[in-house]
């Protein structure tokens, strides 16, 4: 046997005496270096946006750094106003409304379903990725890009085809409703490269009944807004935050008997 | 005329679960995995054995499910500098239930630079590595082609560690599989060579990581099962540095100063009007 001896040193590794941060700034009380006197966003006082500012203002400004130009609030608002909520089907919104059903502490029911908002599938967590491929791909002709895709990839014997990252089929149809955001999206004046090159690709790859998926619109968006692919999958979990949390609380004071508990000659167990 | 759309996928499973790990029947009995739970696990088996059946679709040994116990007892340390279980103590200085202060701490275990996430790339590594030192590959090579340098030390995922050079854990967990009887298989008898030529040239060790991934690997598991096995490792140390700041005054936990945090961002400035 060839094992080392142990033996467990300290490294000595030098970590940082205090957290920095650019974001905000809290200056305290003249007789109380806990309480807070001012806060600052920035550099803006936060009294000031309140008063002078929107949300979505001021959740840009917290990514970015600067204000948004009204043309980028605009986007964003637009953003997340079409995409404020998953809708009842979707997986995330079915597990505030089990949580709801099942009066788990309303406190809760937000956190669950924004971690089942977490995954690959259709959900926030495939944002960032799809970001990447926007970015990478927007600078090579559509057609090539959706020829390659077509020649290349294989269609999946059962369930959607999801032909690249953030477009696909939904429920073997384009998703119509997702191409009318992205079509209104992509003609205000703040859509930028990743838009209409995504536009331009649903297009192409419309006659086989693929088009864009709601991941790859706010990854579009987010791209020509400047935000960075690693906050993305938050930023969707926070536009469909509200969707899911009101799904949970409309269920909270109903009655178990209020959601199907599946007989058990619809429940088979495979052997 | 657009032909339409084939839904038979889903028309199939609309109001019905299909299910391939088991269920309630109810007044006949609860099957898991092909079990009856009742009848065939409920005393016969450890939580541990039960924790793995479900996570990876069989029953392991009792000696295994005790070995991988063990295991998560080397994760759950109470001590609340540690990331996670500082999550869990925070979440105490809130006033959050247990289970969601347990809940949040082990969620961000889901990382790419410790917990159970990162034990899939160290299983690939050493299973990876083991093929590569059959067909003739000496451990100097593998050492040196295996990934970056920094500082000039090779950084190999099960190897070396953050805070401190070692790791107790391995004696504990080495103790542990000589007391249940495990032999040191193929993996575990490279990843100790590794070890061995990291020590020697470097003063690098083999940590946590790097030990499950062999050991396991000898035991036939893979990457993805190991992931799910481990699924709450750090749960307890969490709870634990909960409970901790929950009994304790409101605020108590690490209370800071707003100097506290050194700001580095835009000097203060006028909000201007909307245009």
Redesign the interface.
């Known amino acids: 046997?060839?094992?080392?001896q142990?033996?467990?040193?300290?490294?000595n590794?030098v970590f940082s005496g205090?957290?920095?941060?650019?974001?905000?700034?809290?200056?305290?009380a003249e007789d109380n270096?806990?309480?807070?006197e001012h806060s600052?966003c920035?550099?803006?006082?936060l009294l000031?946006?309140v008063?002078?500012?929107s949300f979505v203002?001021v959740l840009f400004l917290l990514f970015r750094?600067e204000?948004p130009?009204?043309d980028e609030s605009e986007l964003l608002e637009a953003l997340m106003v079409a995409f404020i909520n998953p809708g009842p089907r979707h997986p995330a919104t079915r597990s505030a409304m089990n949580a709801g059903i099942g009066k788990t502490?309303p406190?809760?029911i937000l956190?669950i379903a924004l971690?089942a908002m977490s995954g690959k599938n259709n959900a926030a967590g495939a944002v960032e990725e799809t970001m990447r491929f926007l970015r990478k791909q927007q600078r090579r002709q559509v057609s090539d890009v959706a020829m390659e895709l077509i020649e290349n990839e294989v269609r999946p014997p059962?369930?959607d085809w999801i032909i690249a990252l953030g477009f696909g089929s939904y429920?073997?149809?384009i998703d119509v409703q997702t191409n009318k955001m992205a079509n209104h999206l992509v003609s205000l004046p703040a859509a930028g490269k990743a838009l209409r090159w995504g536009q331009e690709f649903a297009e192409m790859i419309a006659s086989y009944?693929l088009g864009w998926l709601p991941v790859g619109v706010v990854a579009a968006v987010l791209t020509d807004l400047g935000f960075q692919p690693r906050a993305a999958a938050g930023i969707y979990q926070i536009i469909s935050a509200p969707g899911l949390l009101a799904h949970g609380i409309e269920l909270a004071n109903k009655p178990l008997t209020d959601m199907?508990f599946?007989a058990?000659e619809?429940?088979?167990?495979?052997? | 005329m657009k032909s339409k759309p084939d839904t038979s996928f889903w028309d199939q499973r609309r109001g019905k679960i299909f299910s391939s790990k088991g269920g309630w029947k109810v007044g006949e009995a609860v099957y898991c995995h092909g079990y009856s739970m009742m009848d065939d696990l409920v005393g016969q088996v450890t939580y541990m054995q039960l924790y793995m059946l479900n996570a990876t679709g069989t029953l392991p040994a009792k000696s295994l499910a005790d070995w991988v116990e063990a295991a998560y007892i080397c994760m759950s340390y109470p001590d609340s500098r540690i990331w996670c279980n500082q999550i869990g103590a925070l979440s105490g200085s809130c006033g959050t239930t247990t289970v969601a202060a347990t809940c949040a701490g082990t969620l961000a275990m889901d990382s790419y630079v410790y917990g159970a996430k990162t034990l899939v790339d160290g299983v690939g590594f050493i299973q990876r590595t083991l093929k590569e030192y059959e067909a003739g590959k000496a451990v100097v090579d593998i050492v040196n082609s295996s990934g970056r340098f920094r500082q000039g030390k090779p950084q190999i995922i099960g190897y070396s560690r953050p805070i401190a050079n070692g790791d107790e854990r391995i004696e504990a967990l080495e103790r542990t599989r000589t007391q249940l009887g495990f032999n040191i298989g193929k993996h575990l008898e490279l990843a100790f060579q590794i070890e061995k030529h990291l020590l020697e040239n470097f003063n690098e060790r083999i940590n946590l990581n790097g030990y499950i991934s062999a050991f396991l690997s000898d035991q036939d598991l893979e990457a993805e099962n190991i992931y799910r096995i481990f699924s709450t490792f750090v749960a307890s140390g969490v709870t634990a540095c909960f409970v901790d700041t929950k009994d304790k005054v409101p605020g108590s936990f690490l209370p800071q100063r707003c100097d506290d945090i050194e700001y580095q961002g835009t000097a203060p400035r006028e909000v201007p009007d909307k245009s």
Do not use: C
């Not at chain 1, 046997?1 to 080392?4: G, I, S």
């Not at chain 1, 920035?42 to 006082?45: I, K, L, M, R, V």
């Not at chain 1, 619809?266 to 052997?271: A, L, N, V, W």
């Open positions: 046997m060839t094992k080392a142990s033996k467990i040193t300290r490294r590794d205090r957290v920095a941060t650019r974001i905000w700034q809290e200056q305290p270096p806990y309480a807070v600052r920035h550099g803006y006082e000031d946006l008063k002078k500012r203002d750094g204000l130009t009204s502490d406190a809760l956190p971690t059962e369930g429920y073997n149809s009944d199907p599946l058990d619809d429940y088979f167990i495979e052997e």
